[in-house]
């Protein structure tokens, strides 16, 4: 008897793991994305005749753990009502016991899908201050992401900033993370103390030995979003390594310590930073040189300062002119 | 500050120093450098007022900068068209070149600076 080909049985997989929705007014189209332990769905409304998108555990039998942490991700984007967060329409469980919720349908591309065709430094740096605020939008409110990367922001078609993917994401008071205090409820823990969750490469190196970890932690990723982010920025025939302005790559020394009271205390600040070097102000980072504050001044006031510089040259050419 | 005012009070600094480099630039004038410097005045007040409106009215760098330009170097041109009651003389360039780069500089910083009225609302 001939066995069943990998393509046969992946798609027998996808034909099994799809949510039976029959109990609810959505009705599931397409797979939008995979992780680790859900699926997103592309769906339709059929009360309010719209398209959303449904979140599903995919395991058939998910641990209580995970579907607490889909509950627990559902909360809190629920509260969190900010212009970079995905709006939750609503949140329940399907008849297998599969936990779902329901959100907006958002398009647009991952941020490193975004990066491909954005090469220009000043419009990668103004998409990193929108993930900066949106996550310190979380911060204010005592929510940690915990695994922040370039797949996790999405960049719409109008150049809007998302940030996806908050199913590790910590509440203040969960047991291992010292935000500030919010109006948001913790649940109960769903990630027990020395629990490594995250993703290597992202990971601040608490969060890597399965320490406490708090806001730092992003603020980390963040400087690794950062740091992918002036990995090859500049022209798209631009040849070799991209220079890194200094005082940008103080900024990433500082999210990037290794030591959380080195790094910055949030993201606010983080973005701020990066606000300052985009305006052409002084980075709280980097302590500049006579020089560097000179080139900074002159380069942020340089239509000025030619101006002037005119002025100058054509008052002692006149008299040039006028001594021959 | 307004855009206006800003223009107003930066076209008028700046016609206060432009007649006085005269001295540098022409110092046979300076039996009339009163003259001379209240009329880069009234023309630095005069543009810097209208350059300080158009800054209101219009949000462009480099059009307030060529608006600027060309309404200093018209300004600056009635004057120059003045000749020396003296010599008989014109001093075009040195009248109009430096005189139409401060309208400029004016031009420049009211678009970038002061403030533009925000509008009515019910």
Known sequence: MKGLSDATLGHLGEVADWPDLSSTKYEAASVLGRGGMATVYLAHDRDLGREVAIKVIRLPEPAPEIAERLRQEARILAQLEHPGLVPVHDLGTLPDGRVFYVMKRVRGRRLDEHLRDERA?????????????TVSFAHAHGVIHRDLKPEN???????????????????????????????????????????????????????????????????????????????????????????????????????????????????????????????????????????????????????????????????????????? | MSKTILGLILGGILGIFDGLSALVSAPEVAPQILGIVLGSTFKGLVVGVLVGFFARKVSSLPLGIAFGLVLSLAFAYLIAAQPDPQTGKHYYWEIMLPGGILGAIVGYATQRYGVRPTPATN
């Open chain 1, 121 to 133: 430094l000043s419009a990668r740096l103004r998409l990193f201050e929108r993930v900066c605020e």
């Open chain 1, 153 to 324: 922001v999405m960049v719409g078609p109008f150049g809007e900033v998302l940030v996806l993917d908050w199913g590790v994401a910590k509440l203040s008071g969960d047991g291992d993370a010292a935000g500030p205090a919010s109006g948001l409820v913790p649940g109960p823990p769903t990630t027990a103390h020395g629990t490594v969750v995250g993703t290597p490469g992202f990971m601040s190196p608490e969060q890597a030995r399965g320490q406490p970890v708090d806001a730092r932690a992003d603020v980390f990723a963040l400087g690794r979003i950062l740091e992918s982010m002036l990995a090859d920025h500049g022209g798209p025939d631009a040849e070799g390594p991209a220079r890194v302005p200094r005082p940008l790559a103080s900024i990433l020394a500082k999210a990037l310590a290794p030591e959380p009271d080195q790094r910055y205390p949030g993201a606010r600040e983080v973005g701020e930073d990066v606000a300052r070097y985009l305006s052409g102000q002084r980075v709280l980072a980097h302590r500049e040189s006579v020089f560097e504050v000179l080139g900074r001044l002159a380069t942020k006031y340089k239509t000025p300062l030619a101006l002037i510089i005119a002025y100058v040259l054509m008052r002692a050419a006149l008299l040039f002119w006028r001594g021959r």
